[in-house]
């Protein structure tokens, strides 16, 4: 799921809750951090992921070939 999906999630779910403060209100946030969010000014917080019954996974991959850290 990609940050664009997750975003359009929550689009929904303010639809449903039928205005972005009524929304705010539900998860426990501000919102101007809600709009934040949604103008992608601030990152998806913790509390709302967990609202939006969603989990963040950060991923490590080995690079293709390693850059030259020389000076």
Known sequence: ???????????????????AMAYARHVGISTQYLC???????????KLLYALGIVAIIKYEKM???????R
């Open 64 to 70: 293709k070939e390693a850059p030259c850290l020389t």
């Open 1 to 19: 799921m990609s940050e664009s999906d997750v975003l359009r999630l929550l689009e929904y779910e303010i639809e449903k809750a039928g205005s």
């Open 36 to 46: 934040d969010i949604r103008r992608r000014r601030r990152g998806i917080s913790t």
